[in-house]
Each structure stands twice: as C-alpha cells, then as structure tokens.
Nanobody
Framework: QVLLVESGGGLVQTGGSLRLSCAAS????????MGWYRQAPGKQRELVAE???????NYADSVKGRFTISRDDPKNTVNLQMSSLKPEDTAVYYC?????????WGQGTQVTVSS
C-alpha cells in the first residue's frame, strides 16, 4: 500500500514561512508527478504546485513567486517551501502522486495563517 505522509503544517503569522514535506513509501517520487494540493473550508481542492518526473514545475498563479516545490530523491520526499504567507493560504495541504493515471493522496496537514 502506497503511503504519503505530510508534515510541517502549523500556525504562522501573515508574511511568515513554512516548509511542508511529503515522505513517500512504496513509490519512487522521482518517476511520479508529485503535487501539493490544498482545500480551504467550503472550497474545492486545488492544485498548488507540482513537479514532474523530468523536474518540470508548475504553480498556481496565486502562489507563484512565493512557493517552491522541490524533490529530494535520496530521501524519497517532496517539499513545499512557502514564504510570504497570506491568510488566504489557510487550508489543508495534501500531497499527491500520479503515474500513468494511478493517483495516491496523503492525509493532509493543516496550514493556518493568522492576520
């Protein structure tokens, strides 16, 4: 069974930073498209950032220039560095893997940005 475990969420003030990590088991992150999604209360889950197996990255317009997704192949983890956080970034953040249509999700980690 594939396991994606997120960590690093928490409470931070506006303008602060957080680093999320996703540790993967039973998949190899470097051959998957790995993504971070978020879901705020009452809203649909949305893509925040993703990194393909070739290392290409894609970001939601709302986080461009503030968030950076990266992959640590030896540790089999994917990270999301979040800076200049805003209250509207408050959400549960989920790690996702996708390879040839097979998708896996983590349980999520809460990020709360206070104003």
């Amino acid at each position: 069974q594939v396991l994606l475990v997120e960590s690093g969420g928490g409470l931070v003030q506006t303008g602060g930073s957080l680093r999320l990590s996703c540790a993967a088991s039973r998949i190899i992150v470097s051959i998957n498209t790995m993504g971070w999604y978020r879901q705020a209360p009452g809203k649909q889950r949305e893509l925040v950032a993703e990194i393909t197996s070739s290392g290409n990255t894609n970001y939601a317009d709302s986080v461009k220039g503030r968030f950076t997704i990266s992959r640590d192949d030896p540790k089999n983890t994917v990270n999301l560095q979040m800076s200049s956080l805003k209250p509207e970034d408050t959400a549960v953040y989920y790690c996702n893997s996708n390879r040839r249509g097979v998708t896996n999700w983590g349980q999520g980690t809460q990020v709360t940005v206070s104003s």
